[in-house]
């Protein structure tokens, strides 16, 4: 035992180490663009600011937020993951419901099942996608960059499992009580799945805040970017005119800067949300992983 305690607390103190240096080779890249973002024109420039900011100046972050070009492209950003997200949740909560039942309540149930894991496993590819995207009308709309992706096999895989280790005593009541399926999801499965739909929700907002090709395919004019396409598009020109800043403003600050503050505050809604979720997060990430 004696031993055993040892080889534990080598293990932890080893785990303990080797996640502190993992969590800091993750935030450090962060910790540098929010430097860069508050230092001068000059130091920015010279490539001298490292974790601390050099000549700190808020003008970088004044011309973003009144940079129209900036805050249009951050509402549809917005927009598109508050819709995303609760479309998706919506119809992957409804589905899991369904195809959590046994093969005697559901008939066909396997089927539907593997019909979804086809979709998973092949798709059209791009072309087919645009046309049917195009057909549909749906170009330069914010239901382009919605409803293609709104149902994820893999979450719906999880929240399907997850409901499956739900005990049938409690829907049994409910339907003796005179519930449909609607009121036993509602009232019965949702109340204790809110681990799992939590972090399903932080899977999708955080996918679709950072999803930028398909803006940039299905937009045809930068105006309709959503954030991510826009900072794509701000980095990859590495052309000032594209990010709303007039050439007399070139003198004030370095391009570095800006696109450093703007990137900074893409980031940060997604890192305000995560601390009311990480409750949930720990347990939710493992539930339904068990079951199939």
């Known amino acids: 035992m004696k031993f055993r305690s040892r080889s ?6 080893s785990n303990n180490v080797f996640l502190s240096l993992l969590g800091l080779i993750c ?9 860069v973002s508050f230092s001068s024109r000059a130091a920015a420039t010279a490539n001298i600011v490292n974790f601390w900011p ?14 129209e070009k900036f805050l249009t492209a951050m509402w549809i950003g917005a927009e598109r993951t508050i819709l995303g997200t609760i479309i998706s949740m919506a119809v992957i909560t409804m589905a899991s419901y369904s195809l ?3 093969s005697i309540r559901f008939p066909g149930r396997q089927v539907y099942t593997w019909i979804f894991v086809f979709t998973m496993l092949f798709s059209g590819g791009l072309i087919p996608s645009y046309i049917v995207i195009s057909k549909l009308h749906l170009l330069d709309t914010i239901w382009s960059l919605v409803l293609p992706g709104a149902v994820s096999v893999w979450n719906m895989i999880l929240m399907l499992n997850f409901f499956r280790t739900i005990p049938q005593d409690l ?9 449909g399926h609607l009121r036993v999801l509602w009232s019965v499965y949702l109340p204790v799945s809110m681990p799992s739909i939590a972090t399903l929700s932080l899977f999708t907002m955080v996918s679709h805040w950072n999803s930028w090709f398909d ?6 004019k930068p105006e309709g970017y959503p954030l991510a396409s826009y900072l794509h598009s701000m980095i990859v020109s590495d052309n000032l005119s594209r990010i709303g800043v007039s050439a007399e403003s070139i003198a004030n600050f370095s391009n570095r800067t800006v696109k450093a503050a703007q990137i900074f505050i893409g980031a940060l809604p997604i890192l305000l949300v995560y601390p009311f979720l990480q409750k949930y997060f720990v347990k939710g990430i493992v539930l339904g ?3 199939s």
């Open 8 to 13: 534990y607390a080598a293990f932890a103190i």
């Open 27 to 35: 935030i450090l890249p962060l910790i540098h663009v929010l430097a």
């Open 54 to 67: 050099v000549g700190f100046t808020l003008d970088a972050y004044a011309k973003t937020l009144d940079n």
């Open 100 to 102: 959590s039942k046994t």
């Open 171 to 179: 829907e049994e009541a409910a339907y003796i009580d005179g519930a």
């Open 215 to 220: 803006g940039v395919i299905y937009m045809s």
């Open 289 to 291: 992983s068990v079951k």
